[in-house]
């Protein structure tokens, strides 16, 4: 079987094929690796060489152990590249919504893959530096996914699941360090959970606050502190932040007018729909359709 990876480039679009779910490769830059968006969560380790990263974030010179982790929608490209080998973590949102769901509860974790991606302006890229043990340790859970990228994705998406986990445990230790996150037993309320998914599971519902308190029998301001206590983010903030990214994959993968996608995520006023995309990706809705579509839907 081949060892390409599991992944279509079509235009400035990455995606998942042959069902597969999650993968890790080496890839090798010189000079320029062009702007490009992708339907994953991708996770870069710079294994050797230099380059620059460059995002929405700005301008990042690259050096062994670093590590940059995108959320899905995110572009991003690299250049002044000299042999810089990056190995690359891949995984679908459908992993992340699915079996790696529970990871919204652990504060490590949920900091890793939902939260710390988006504080401090980071605009859903994270950047990290692995020293000794931590690179040492990444680098054999993402040596065994590499393995795993030969066999059938059905037949060992449990193998995938587990050395994906013991790679994002790793790196979430490292981050939870610098950032200061705690690793308490507590976790995330029950309240915020079910908060974030009564939101998620009705984007283009005009929520309030004083509604969605309601609906949780909490006073708003309670709730307030809850969410931002887990977050970082006020419920309404962490709404928005939800709906742009689920607009940028409905620019992508559908061919529906950018109105209608503004309205089903909750924005019916184009023009607010058009500033708060803006806002989030530094780019208009169409010209980040435009510039990252594909022709053939995923």
């Known amino acids: 079987m081949t060892e390409d990876p599991p ?9 998942f094929i042959d069902g597969s779910v999650a993968y ?20 870069a380790v710079v294994m050797s060489g230099t380059g620059v990263h460059h995002s929405l974030a700005g301008h990042r010179e690259l050096h062994v152990g670093d590590a940059i982790l995108l959320r899905p929608g995110v572009w991003h490209g690299y250049e002044n590249c000299r042999r810089l080998d990056l190995y690359n973590c ?19 974790l949920g900091h890793l893959l939902w939260t710390g991606p988006y504080t401090g302006q ?6 990290t530096r692995l020293h000794d043990d931590a690179l040492t340790g990444c680098l054999e859970h993402l040596d065994g996914l590499q393995k795993l990228r030969t066999l059938p994705p059905g037949d060992y ?29 507590a976790g995330i309320h029950p309240a915020v959970l079910d908060a974030m998914h ?11 606050l004083t509604e969605l308190a309601a609906e949780l029998h909490l006073a708003p301001g309670y709730l307030v502190r809850l969410f931002k206590a887990a977050t970082g983010l006020p ?16 620019l992508l993968h559908t061919d ?43």
């Open 7 to 15: 992944v279509e480039n079509t235009r400035t679009l990455l995606h």
């Open 24 to 43: 890790a490769g080496h890839y090798l830059h010189e000079d320029t690796h062009p702007v490009h968006t992708h339907s994953f969560v991708e996770i």
């Open 90 to 108: 891949c995984f679908s949102t459908e992993l992340l919504q699915r079996e790696l769901a529970w990871t919204r509860q652990d504060p490590q």
């Open 122 to 127: 980071r605009r859903g890229i994270l950047h």
């Open 157 to 185: 998406r449990g193998d995938l699941v587990g050395r994906l986990m013991l790679f994002l445990s790793g790196l979430a230790r490292v981050v939870a360090e610098t950032d200061q996150i705690t690793g308490g037993s």
């Open 198 to 208: 009564k939101m998620e599971d009705r984007p283009a519902h005009s929520w309030t």
């Open 235 to 250: 419920p309404m903030a962490y709404l928005s932040r939800f709906r742009v990214e689920l607009a940028a994959a409905r």
């Open 256 to 298: 529906q007018p950018i109105n209608r996608i503004g309205e089903s995520v909750g924005w019916p006023d184009q023009n607010y729909f058009a500033r708060r995309f803006k806002s989030h990706y530094g780019l208009s809705a169409s010209v980040y359709r435009t510039r990252f579509t594909r022709a053939v839907k995923h």
